[in-house]
């Protein structure tokens, strides 16, 4: 299995938080590509700002504090932030360092590439607890319309 593909609730909340906080490393740098997202509280251009790369820590925090509405997000993560380069397609993630590759498209569509095999099941279970719905395996024989970008 390569990861995993499903569909979350449209409405604002924490979803990358929910999905995220307590599977993966959070000493991982991220890789934030072109997306969309919009905090509910306060109208932040900071909040997950494009082409940037963070570290876990601030992150996490930004993930984990008030609710957002997430429309498109390529985020990549990465064990260091040296390690950080440009992921296109499955064959790239595989021969860079990237650990995991998320995508959101049209706010409900998901898909999660990982290198690690264990936490293909943990992101299963969470995904089926968070009430998600549509949740398949990413595997060979499905990965033809895997994307590595939001958008181009």
């Known amino acids: ?15 990358l938080s929910d999905i995220l906080v307590d599977i993966v490393d959070p000493s991982w740098c991220w890789s934030i590509g072109s997306g969309e997202a919009h905090s509910m509280e306060i109208p932040d251009p900071d909040f997950l700002p494009p082409n940037v790369i963070m570290e876990g820590e ?15 997000a390529d985020l990549k993560a990465f064990p260091t932030r040296e390690d950080v380069v440009e992921v ?15 995508l959101v498209i ?3 569509y998901v898909s999660i590439v990982l290198k690690e ?12 607890a968070l009430g998600y719905t549509n949740i398949k395996f990413l595997t060979d ?6 994307l590595f970008n939001v958008w181009g």
């Open 58 to 72: 601030a992150f996490f925090s930004d993930i984990s504090t008030g609710k957002y509405y997430v429309i498109f």
């Open 1 to 15: 299995m390569l990861g995993l593909l499903f569909e979350m609730k449209n409405k604002f909340g924490k979803q």
């Open 141 to 146: 024989e499905n990965k033809t319309s895997l």
């Open 88 to 102: 296109k397609n499955y064959e790239e993630f595989l021969k860079s360092s990237c650990q995991l590759a998320l």
């Open 106 to 108: 049209d706010s409900v």
């Open 117 to 128: 095999q264990q936490m293909v099941h943990k992101f299963f279970e969470r995904a089926e």
